[in-house]
């Protein structure tokens, strides 16, 4: 920067005036006076001065009487110079007469400046005359203000696949880019995996010039999608369990936010039948693919089980020596009454029966005949008891707590009269209901409502605490014990109860194992056991009948009656249920002997018998109760019954080659078996059921016992033989090729009502 002394006094009296520049801490003398100079006397001293400077101080004005430049031709006439960039320009060259005058108006910067004066600065003045001139700077270049300008490669408006990368270019039409490789470059977008983007934008990158003017270059706009389509699959649902030839249609969809779907492809197309022609695991696929190619695929699992094994039992009429009591007594022995109200849900084990009467739980023992509440104990506070069963002079049932509203289950111990809850610090969380108990009290199960909105089951062995037995989202409901107290079956739902599966929970000396025993699209409810089977009734078809399969699962069959068939118990394998004749609405209880086929029914009144239980007797015999009118003034009855023997016709069992149930039969399809066995001597030849033998497809379970048929026959017709050399009865099956990778169980009704069963592989 240029600097000149201050001008507060006259020229005369000042020191010669020097004029010096300043650059980067570096002084430099520009112009310095000379003593004794000689000027005209209206001109001053002759030392130089400052005339003047540009607003950014880049150009300074200089007017001097001394030559500061070679090329000052007049030798000391005043002058104006210019000093920028620390060069030192001659600007108004002066004549010989006289110099430059003082009080030169210049623009802003400088690069105008007009003065007057009488010396001849041009050649075209005639004389030394004063005269106005005008001195004209070069003009610096404008400054720069203007961004550079960029162009980019648009979106182009479609779908992709993966990240996109745009072509783009930059200039700068004046002071040019600051860094050169920004006149070429790419941008790119970035969407991660699994997204998709409409309007993605790519990154970001600053263009300067070398003026610092900057502009951005980004661009919007392009649609990405790296996300695959969302596949629903709601039939076949993975699990599921369906009959074989069952009808069971598609049900699946396929959602893309983005590119939208290309295609959505199954096995068959959605709303039409899936395959269940063949028993045992199958799988059902569904691929959704977008337009751009990303896919998914869900595939569910399913299983197809033979039907159920259709029984059609003998119908045996009533059995002897059935004699109904008035269990819910409140009257005398001498004059029974029946107690008011409402009695339901009886439960009987050997000699003693429970049940709830409208609040209170009471119990009736049939040898002695006397009927009486549960009361004495927990008095303060307690509201209603129900829902109770029994086992081994033991009673359980749940309470309601009107000091806290909580629900607890009661143990109470007939004999001590007395009972405690299984919920050692009761309280308003706990809400416990549904008790059933076994093995001679000795294991209580219920369902804990406070943990989740569908319950949860838990276990109670005597010498320990509950223990929980399931932890999910699913209902469970009803609860039953089996006579060993080691098994456990109950419901278990996947929404409501109006779709629910059969679940067990079995002791294996150290814990409870829970197995799933039926998984299907049917309702399954009112589950039971006595440690061999496991029975239940089931919608298949529309047709509600009572279905059984063994402990721990395996084939399923069913009570092939007419009507409605519904809430079974069995003991000793004696089923007992009630049904609902085809367009009745009131119910009758029945039996139904398993070993034997026999059907009995137990009432023929005209009220609804309903919530029936069983239980065996020392003898042989069997014990009944059941609840009997309309719901709000419902009786508890109880009897004693004595099946009638079966005549002589004795099965002995299946002979070699054939092993009886459950070992599979491993043959040849298309050969001939000869079935023998022996019914304790010759009967004749008309012993069979009309329609029997006949055998149905069973699934083929791969952990039964197998064994190959060591002898065939040569196939002709089938037919039933006697040798009485050997009392052995032969019947040759001729089975069919078609049945080859299949199993089919053989099944022989006789006369006299007994079954017998064999089950065969087929290669």
């Known amino acids: ?95 010989a007469v006289a110099g430059a005058q003082l009080g030169a108006i210049g623009s802003a910067d400088m690069s105008v400046v007009v003065f007057g004066t009488s010396d001849r600065v041009t050649n ?319 294991t209580v199960a219920f369902i804990d409502l406070a943990l989740t909105a569908g319950g949860e089951l838990h276990a109670w062995r005597r010498v320990n605490e509950p223990v929980r037995l399931t932890n999910d989202t699913r209902l469970d409901l009803q609860p039953a014990v089996a006579p060993s107290g080691n098994v456990i079956v109950y419901q278990s739902c996947e929404i409501s109860a109006s779709n629910c599966d059969v679940h067990q929970a079995a002791w294996n000396g150290s814990a409870w194992v829970v197995t799933v025993l039926t998984r299907n699209t049917d309702h399954e409810s009112n589950p039971d056991s006595d440690d061999v089977v496991v029975v239940y009734d089931a ?24 009507g409605e068939q519904r809430n079974p118990s069995v003991r000793g394998g004696l089923v007992s249920f009630e049904s609902l004749a085809p367009n009745q609405t009131q119910a009758d209880l029945f039996v139904y002997q398993i070993a034997t086929n026999r059907l009995f029914q137990i009432t023929s009144t005209p009220t609804d018998d309903s919530l029936n239980d069983v239980s065996t007797l020392a003898d042989g015999q069997f014990r009944l109760v059941w609840s009997e009118g309309a719901i709000g003034q419902r009786d508890v009855l109880g009897a004693t019954i004595a099946l009638p023997a079966l005549d002589d016709h004795e099965f002995g069992g299946f002979l070699a080659p054939v092993d009886p149930f459950p070992v599979l039969n491993a043959m040849k399809a298309g050969g001939a078996v000869p079935v023998k066995f022996s019914l304790g001597g010759d009967r004749g030849l008309d012993v069979f059921a009309a329609g029997y033998p006949q055998s149905s497809v069973i699934s083929c379970d791969a952990s039964a016992p197998s064994d190959a048929v060591e002898q065939t026959v040569t196939a002709g017709g089938s037919g039933l033989t006697y040798d009485a050399a050997t009392d052995t009865y032969a019947y040759v099956w001729k089975t069919s090729r078609a049945w080859a990778g299949t199993c089919r169980q053989f099944v022989m009704q006789f006369k006299d009502g007994d079954v017998a069963r064999a089950n065969f592989s087929f290669r």
């Open 1 to 95: 920067m240029l600097q000149s002394a201050a001008s507060a006094r006259s020229f005369a009296d000042l020191p010669e005036r020097d004029v010096y520049e300043s650059v980067g801490g570096a002084i430099t003398l520009l112009s310095h006076g000379s003593a004794g100079c000689t000027v005209p006397a209206n001109i001053g001293t002759c030392d130089a001065f400052f005339a003047g400077a540009s607003t950014d101080g880049t150009r300074v004005l200089i007017a001097s009487n001394e030559s500061l430049t070679g090329d000052d031709s007049d030798g000391g006439y005043r002058d104006y110079y210019e000093a920028a960039g620390g060069v030192l320009t001659l600007r108004t060259p002066g004549g």
């Open 124 to 442: 075209a003045d005639q004389d030394y005359s004063a005269d106005l001139y005008r001195s004209v700077a070069s003009a610096p270049p404008p400054d720069d203000v203007t961004a550079p300008s960029i162009a980019c490669d648009p979106a182009d408006g479609a779908w992709h696949a993966t990240n996109v990368t745009l072509a783009c270019t930059a200039s700068d039409a004046e002071s040019g880019l600051a860094d050169p490789t920004d006149a070429s470059f790419t941008l790119s977008t970035s969407v991660a995996a699994d997204v998709e983007d409409a309007n993605a934008v790519t990154d970001a990158r600053e263009i300067f010039d070398v003026a610092g003017n900057s502009a951005v270059a980004q661009v919007g706009g392009n649609k990405i999608d790296r996300k695959a389509p969302t596949v629903s699959v709601t039939t076949p649902a993975a699990g599921a369990v369906y009959v074989q030839g069952q009808t069971v249609l598609a049900s699946y969809s396929c959602v893309d936010g983005g590119s939208g779907i290309g295609s959505c492809t199954a096995p068959v197309a959605s709303g039409q039948a899936i395959d269940t022609a063949s028993t045992g695991a199958a799988s059902f696929s569904v691929t959704g693919t977008d337009t751009v190619g990303n896919s998914a695929v869900v595939p569910v699992a399913y299983s197809v089980v033979a039907a159920p094994v259709a029984v059609t039992p003998v119908f045996a009429g009533f059995p002897s020596q059935l004699l109904p009591v008035l269990i819910s007594n409140c009257g005398t022995l001498e004059s029974p009454t029946p107690c008011p109200g409402d009695q339901f849900d009886p439960h009987v084990d050997k000699d003693r029966a429970s049940y709830t009467s409208d609040t209170t739980v009471r119990y009736y023992d049939f040898f002695s005949g006397i009927d009486q509440p549960i009361d004495g104990f927990f008095a303060a506070g307690s509201g209603m008891d129900q829902l109770s069963d029994v086992s081994g002079g033991i009673i359980v049932f749940a309470r309601s707590f009107t000091a806290d509203g909580h629900l607890g289950i009661i143990v109470y111990q007939v004999e001590k009269q007395y009972g405690i809850e299984l919920s050692t610090q009761p309280g308003p969380g706990d809400l416990r209901t549904s008790p059933a108990i076994g093995g001679d009290g000795g």
């Open 539 to 562: 919608v298949r078809g529309g047709e509600r009948d009572i279905h059984w399969q063994p402990v721990g699962g395996g084939t399923e069959q069913r009570l092939a009656l007419p």
